[in-house]
């Protein structure tokens, strides 16, 4: 399975401001997703990112607010932008490596929003 | 919209017993399903994954897979204490449903 390096672990930010998260995998993948996990709930899907084209978003979330780079097949970033407190969550970057590994997770960003 | 439900527990066990986990899902053609262990304050980690019906064995881990009710399960034997964690199913997508906590007691 893939090894997923992402940061920051964690951060506290002011409102009004944008926070970029990045998560670097240690092997090619062609997707790469990012979820946000809300205290006590499950995992929310954002975007999924394809290298060389845009990012796919679900509803409810937009490019404006979370745009998303996919610069090559190992890396990508997301930034929350103009965050307000309702932003306070743990973001997830997400890959597969192929057919019965699953979907193998970064450590995840936990974000405060003041 | 595809859906994958679970009852979000607490489902306690005590040591040693058997826990059963349930999920069921809503999009008949689903072919990929998961189930995921996340510990407080982690991120959560692959424990297994089933594609054709049936059950398929980990050591103390089954899964279970019912595509005619749309039913995965999780058998964990001999539960431990260390088990105690909340449950992801997932279905191939990626949708995830909410989470069982699992809580096993001395």
């Given amino acids: ?114 | 919209q595809k859906e994958v439900e679970q009852n979000s527990g607490p489902l306690s066990v005590p040591e040693g017993a058997i826990a059963s986990l349930n999920c069921t899902y809503s999009d008949r053609g689903s072919q990929s399903f998961f189930w995921y262990r996340q510990y407080s304050g982690k991120s959560p980690e692959l424990i297994m994954s089933i594609y054709s019906n049936g059950d398929k064995e980990d050591g103390r881990f089954t899964a279970q897979l019912n595509k005619a009710s749309q039913y995965v399960s999780l058998l964990i034997r001999d539960s431990q204490p260390s088990d105690s964690a909340t449950y992801l199913c997932a279905v191939s997508g990626p949708t995830f449903g909410r989470g069982t906590s699992l809580i096993v007691h001395p």
């Fill in chain 1, 1 to 114: 399975s893939a090894v997923i390096s992402q940061k920051p672990s964690r951060d506290i930010c002011q409102r009004g401001t944008s926070l970029t998260i990045q998560c670097q995998v240690d092997s090619q993948v062609t997707m790469m997703f990012w979820y946000r996990q809300q205290p006590g709930q499950s995992l929310t899907l954002i975007a999924t990112a394809n290298q060389g084209s845009e990012a796919t978003y679900e509803s409810g979330f937009v490019i404006d607010k979370f745009p998303i780079s996919r610069p090559n097949l190992t890396f990508s970033t997301l930034t929350v932008s103009n965050m307000s407190p309702e932003d306070s969550s743990i973001y997830l970057c997400s890959v597969m490596v192929g057919v019965g590994y699953g979907y193998t997770f970064g450590s995840g960003t936990r974000l405060t929003v003041v």
